[in-house]
């Protein structure tokens, strides 16, 4: 069995990886900051309503999966990798994920958004964690542990960013937290 360290070389995590992804990131923010800026922000055309919007179904199933996937997601990303315990947090990780991208579908104003669909830039993170997800998952059952990590690391970093974007004034958790 190959040991940690041998495990994080598979994986493609060193410094440099590190630091390509974390600017990578960063220039993806900026770029979606750019896009929802040029399309009025995210809610544009929307009534802001006087009141906090109450919670409906899909935003409370969001946030029941959401919360948990960000530090589970943390520490699976950072322990030892390949045990039995890493496979069922994985599994745990996995389902939270794709439960977290397919209620996202619901939660959104008519009217409002990308040509009024009720869909923004942010749904962008629930369509690519729908994709990199199963293909993790594809990845490790055919050995390859570096684009397995890949896989699963993509929709983590998606989870921080759509997470950040949440909080925007106008949107629902924005509203809910600052009023």
Same mark, same amino acid.
């Given at each position: &069995? $190959?040991?940690?360290? /041998?495990?994080?070389?598979?994986?493609? &995590?060193?410094?440099?990886?590190?630091?390509?992804?974390?600017?990578?990131? #960063?220039?993806?923010?900026?770029?979606?900051?750019? !896009? =929802?800026?040029?399309?009025?922000?995210?809610?544009?055309?929307? /009534?802001?309503?006087?009141?906090? $919007?109450? !919670?409906?179904? $899909?935003? #409370?199933?969001?946030?029941?999966? =959401?919360?948990?996937?960000?530090?589970?997601?943390?520490?699976?990303?950072?322990?030892?990798?390949?045990?039995? @315990?890493?496979?069922? !947090?994985?599994?745990?990780?996995?389902?939270? &994920?794709?439960?977290?991208? =397919?209620?996202?579908?619901? *939660?959104?104003?008519?009217?409002?958004?990308?040509?009024?669909?009720?869909?923004?830039?942010?749904? *962008?993170?629930?369509? #690519?964690?729908?994709?990199? =997800?199963?293909?993790?998952?594809?990845?490790?059952?055919?050995?390859?542990?570096?684009?397995?990590?890949?896989? !699963?690391?993509?929709?983590?970093?998606?989870?921080?960013?759509?997470?950040?974007?949440? @909080?925007? $004034?106008?949107?629902?958790?924005?509203?809910?937290? @600052?009023?």
């Amino acid at each position: &069995m $190959p040991t940690h360290n /041998e495990l994080r070389k598979q994986s493609g &995590m060193s410094a440099q990886n590190i630091i390509l992804g974390a600017g990578a990131t #960063i220039l993806a923010t900026l770029v979606l900051v750019a !896009m =929802v800026s040029l399309s009025g922000g995210f809610a544009s055309g929307a /009534e802001i309503p006087a009141t906090k $919007p109450r !919670m409906r179904l $899909p935003i #409370i199933i969001h946030l029941a999966t =959401v919360i948990p996937a960000i530090p589970l997601g943390a520490y699976i990303l950072w322990r030892k990798k390949g045990d039995g @315990f890493h496979k069922m !947090m994985g599994r745990t990780w996995g389902f939270l &994920m794709i439960a977290t991208a =397919v209620s996202s579908f619901w *939660i959104g104003r008519a009217g409002t958004g990308l040509a009024g669909t009720g869909f923004s830039f942010i749904h *962008i993170f629930s369509v #690519i964690t729908l994709i990199s =997800v199963p293909l993790g998952i594809w990845h490790i059952r055919k050995g390859n542990v570096k684009a397995h990590y890949r896989a !699963m690391q993509g929709p983590y970093i998606g989870l921080l960013i759509a997470g950040l974007f949440a @909080f925007i $004034p106008g949107r629902v958790l924005g509203s809910l937290v @600052f009023g």
